[in-house]
């Protein structure tokens, strides 16, 4: 896998980062970024162009660009930016000297609930937008910005009274809004807005009607709270990361959007190899990029096999990631108040040496699985969980396509000792020697 060195965006602020989007504004590409209450826009030469107090005392957890049926002008973008319970409405475009500007269009809009994501909705003509909030509640609310009069509208939409720690929002149109929902209860739920577009609309301003929707999808799976929900671009996969420390893929069913029943979906790829809590995911035409807990981003090819291990943030959480799709790099945000930008491969080699199987012998009814590895002198020594030390010559492991396993001890007494590396006298044999967190145990 090619990739280029690791590049840090000098920081500026003690502050985690917390939310990156790439936007592409007249001829250059730039790079926005949440930290704390404050939105930067950086260079592809990762120089800071402008900075601003967007949300003050509030963090920045993301950024949304209207589309160009909403908003469009060469030199400049509309975008949201939302944190906790508040969004703000800004523009950002070039100055005539070329320089970037920041302009805050509104003041600071003030919600009663956390906010999870937003969405642009064309609304009317080309006037007015609307613009849909998804909120901890399981709730979408959108708001009907009328440019000429500067009038608002809001409508509520509620399918399931429940807290949900994660959500997407994906449309044009209030007709073809969808809505993905990470609950507590470790369930995904996908609904729509389809209902509430039938009904003849109030078009009084400053009116909240509330609507009660059906879930038409159910995703079951995860054993831990969802933190990242993401839509493919055609609608037909969904990624979603737990505190289960898994990267589940799911196939969509047709039409599952206008289904009259409510359906459920088994997922058709899991992903284990975090070993903390992944925070974020996203999928490629490639592939799938993860960032998690453990301070990593791991790259993943279609058929769910990890290709590649980023270690970056000084080992510290990576909270965010976006993507310029166009160069192939991916941008992650993380606790050590930095930004890093990676190249990816454009393809991965899916017939590249597959890992090497150890020994399967004991007969306990179960694979074999490595419990302890060592580099020593040209050998690399085993340690299996059924008590069988083994070693391999690294030349024949590196170019013989079935290396041979030399079996140097077996006995299934000692399967349960500990780690023969560990120089605590107080290790217990049942304890992960690649844990090094209290709260992991099961799930590494």
Same mark, same amino acid.
């Given at each position: 896998?090619?990739?280029?060195?690791?590049?840090?965006?000098?920081k500026?602020?003690?502050?985690?980062?917390?939310?990156?989007?790439?936007?592409?504004?007249?001829?250059?590409?730039?790079?926005?970024? +949440?930290?704390?209450?404050?939105?930067?826009?950086?260079?592809?030469?990762?120089?800071?162009?402008?900075?601003?107090?967007?949300?003050? !005392?509030?963090?920045?957890?993301?950024? &949304?660009?209207?589309?160009?049926?909403?908003?469009?002008?060469?030199?400049?973008?509309?975008?949201?930016?939302?944190? *906790?319970?508040?969004?703000r409405?800004?523009?950002?475009?070039?100055?005539?000297?070329?320089k970037?500007?920041? %302009?805050?269009?509104t003041?600071?809009?003030?919600?009663?609930?956390w906010?999870?994501?937003?969405?642009?909705?064309?609304? +009317?003509g080309?006037?007015?937008?609307?613009?849909?909030?998804?909120?901890?509640?399981?709730?979408v609310?959108?708001y009907?910005?009328?440019?000429?009069?500067?009038?608002? *509208?809001?409508s509520?939409?509620?399918?399931?009274?429940?807290?949900?720690?994660?959500?997407?929002l994906?449309?044009?149109t209030?007709s073809?809004?969808?809505?993905?929902?990470g609950?507590?209860?470790?369930?995904?739920?996908?609904?729509?807005?389809l209902?509430?577009?039938?009904?003849k609309?109030?078009?009084?301003?400053?009116?909240?009607?509330?609507?009660?929707?059906?879930?038409?999808?159910?995703?079951?799976?995860?054993?831990?709270?969802?933190?990242?929900?993401?839509?493919?671009?055609?609608?037909?996969?969904?990624?979603s990361?737990?505190?289960?420390?898994?990267?589940?893929?799911?196939?969509?069913?047709?039409?599952?959007?206008?289904?009259?029943?409510?359906?459920?979906?088994?997922?058709?790829?899991?992903?284990?190899?975090?070993?903390?809590?992944?925070?974020?995911?996203?999928?490629?035409?490639?592939?799938?990029?993860?960032?998690?807990?453990?301070?990593?981003?791991?790259?993943?090819?279609?058929?769910?096999?990890?290709?590649?291990?980023?270690?970056?943030?000084?080992?510290?959480?990576?909270? %965010?990631?976006?993507?310029?799709?166009?160069?192939?790099?991916?941008?992650?945000?993380?606790?050590? &108040?930095?930004?890093?930008l990676?190249?990816?491969?454009?393809?991965?080699?899916?017939?590249?040496?597959?890992?090497i %199987?150890?020994? *399967?012998? +004991?007969?306990?009814?179960?694979?074999?699985?490595?419990?302890?590895?060592?580099?020593?002198?040209?050998?690399?020594?085993?340690?299996?969980?059924?008590?069988m030390?083994?070693?391999?010559?690294?030349?024949?492991?590196?170019e013989?396509?079935?290396?041979?396993?030399?079996?140097? !001890?077996?006995?299934?007494?000692?399967s349960?000792?500990?780690?023969?590396?560990?120089?605590?006298? *107080?290790?217990?044999?049942y304890?992960d020697?690649?844990?090094?967190?209290?709260?992991?145990?099961? !799930?590494?």
């Amino acid at each position: 896998l090619a990739r280029m060195a690791v590049t840090v965006v000098s920081k500026e602020s003690l502050v985690p980062v917390l939310a990156l989007e790439y936007l592409h504004l007249a001829d250059a590409t730039v790079l926005l970024a +949440g930290a704390g209450p404050y939105l930067k826009v950086y260079s592809e030469s990762r120089h800071l162009l402008a900075r601003s107090e967007v949300l003050p !005392y509030r963090r920045i957890h993301g950024i &949304c660009q209207a589309p160009p049926t909403i908003f469009q002008q060469r030199d400049s973008i509309l975008v949201l930016v939302f944190g *906790q319970k508040s969004f703000r409405l800004l523009t950002i475009g070039h100055l005539n000297d070329s320089k970037i500007r920041i %302009c805050l269009l509104t003041e600071v809009v003030e919600l009663s609930d956390w906010i999870l994501d937003v969405c642009w909705l064309v609304y +009317g003509g080309p006037d007015s937008y609307e613009i849909a909030v998804l909120n901890a509640h399981n709730s979408v609310t959108t708001y009907t910005q009328c440019r000429a009069e500067g009038s608002t *509208q809001s409508s509520h939409c509620n399918e399931v009274n429940c807290i949900i720690y994660s959500g997407c929002l994906v449309g044009s149109t209030r007709s073809d809004l969808v809505v993905a929902s990470g609950t507590v209860f470790n369930h995904i739920l996908l609904w729509n807005l389809l209902e509430l577009s039938i009904m003849k609309e109030d078009t009084t301003c400053n009116s909240d009607v509330t609507f009660r929707m059906k879930t038409r999808l159910t995703l079951v799976g995860h054993e831990g709270v969802i933190f990242s929900l993401r839509f493919s671009d055609d609608l037909t996969r969904l990624v979603s990361v737990s505190d289960d420390r898994t990267i589940r893929i799911w196939n969509l069913p047709h039409a599952w959007t206008i289904a009259e029943r409510a359906l459920h979906s088994s997922c058709s790829l899991v992903l284990y190899g975090h070993t903390a809590r992944v925070w974020d995911a996203l999928l490629l035409p490639q592939g799938i990029v993860s960032v998690g807990e453990d301070g990593t981003m791991r790259v993943w090819n279609q058929e769910g096999r990890c290709v590649d291990v980023i270690e970056g943030h000084g080992g510290r959480s990576v909270w %965010c990631l976006a993507v310029d799709k166009e160069k192939n790099v991916v941008a992650t945000g993380g606790s050590d &108040c930095c930004i890093q930008l990676f190249q990816l491969a454009l393809h991965y080699n899916q017939d590249s040496r597959p890992g090497i %199987c150890i020994p *399967q012998k +004991g007969g306990f009814g179960k694979p074999s699985t490595p419990k302890s590895v060592l580099l020593c002198g040209g050998f690399l020594l085993c340690l299996t969980n059924h008590g069988m030390l083994c070693s391999l010559r690294t030349r024949d492991a590196m170019e013989v396509t079935s290396p041979q396993w030399q079996v140097l !001890y077996f006995g299934p007494q000692s399967s349960g000792y500990s780690d023969p590396q560990s120089s605590d006298p *107080q290790s217990s044999g049942y304890s992960d020697p690649q844990s090094s967190d209290p709260q992991s145990s099961g !799930y590494s």
